[in-house]
């Protein structure tokens, strides 16, 4: 598909277990955000990506929480060790920039219950 | 330390009634500035952006928003309102901040148009 996809759309685990969250940007797309959307927040930063540079990891919650972007491509965020605080809806999106203009696409999300 | 303010939370208008949105931003240097929108059930959408220029710029649906420099605000307008409007509105700021850009959400408006 042309948009940002990710999986699984839906994931329930339970306290203390680990889980992966795939992102799959829009090919061509250099840059690449993860945000965490909990209810009636705003978008929260986590981590973002921008070619091959080392990402900006200032988002990130706890060291818990960790993201790799491999061959500038897909991605994936692990949160190990949940906690049931870490129940939201993970978005990415990813960008092309442009001269310093550049516009967010966003995923359907990931929405993360933890029991 | 940079921030964007929505202080709209909840707003309910009837059809055809006029919608103005707030958004304040807190950001030195040069911005560029968002409109997502989120309906129900769906992804969050681009609604509209300024990068430079003219300061009022026109979105899909009819929605526009003008940049007011001095106000350091970001309003998003629609002169009539479907009910197809109802849906949650973000505005978003993007510069450069420590060598990366990085966006800054605001915590959203819940808009609901009655029927």
């Known amino acids: 598909g042309a948009g940002v996809s990710q999986s699984p759309s839906n994931k329930v685990t339970e306290k203390g277990k680990d889980v992966e969250l795939r992102c799959d940007p829009i090919?061509?797309?250099?840059?690449l955000y993860w945000y965490r959307q909990s209810l009636g927040q705003g978008l929260e930063f986590l981590i973002y990506?921008?070619?091959?540079?080392?990402?900006?990891k200032s988002g990130l919650p706890s060291d818990r929480f960790s993201a790799e972007r491999t061959g500038g491509s897909v991605s994936t965020l692990t949160i190990q060790r949940t906690q049931q605080e870490d129940s939201a809806v993970y978005l990415c999106?990813?960008?092309?920039?442009?001269?310093?203009?550049?516009?967010?696409?966003f995923g359907p999300g990931t929405r993360l219950l933890v029991l | 330390a940079q921030s964007v303010s929505q202080h709209n939370h909840h707003v309910i208008l009837s059809e055809a009634a006029s919608l103005e949105l707030g958004c304040n931003y807190s950001?030195?240097?040069?911005?560029?500035l968002f409109w997502y929108v989120q309906y129900p059930g769906q992804h969050l959408q681009l609604l509209l952006k300024?990068?430079?220029?003219?300061?009022l710029v026109k979105g899909i649906k009819g929605f526009e928003a003008e940049f007011i420099k001095s106000k350091f605000s970001f309003n998003l307008r629609k002169p009539s309102v479907q009910w197809s409007d109802t849906a949650e509105y973000f505005c978003?700021?993007?510069?450069?901040?420590?060598?990366?850009?990085?966006?800054?959400f605001g915590t959203g408006t819940r808009l609901k148009v009655l029927a």
């Open positions: 978003a700021v993007n510069g450069r901040d420590s060598g990366t850009y990085k966006y800054i």
């Open positions: 999106a990813s960008s092309e920039r442009l001269a310093g203009q550049e516009t967010q696409y």
């Open positions: 950001y030195g240097g040069t911005v560029n």
């Open positions: 090919s061509g797309h250099t840059a």
């Open positions: 300024y990068f430079s220029g003219d300061p």
């Open positions: 990506f921008q070619g091959n540079s080392a990402p900006d």
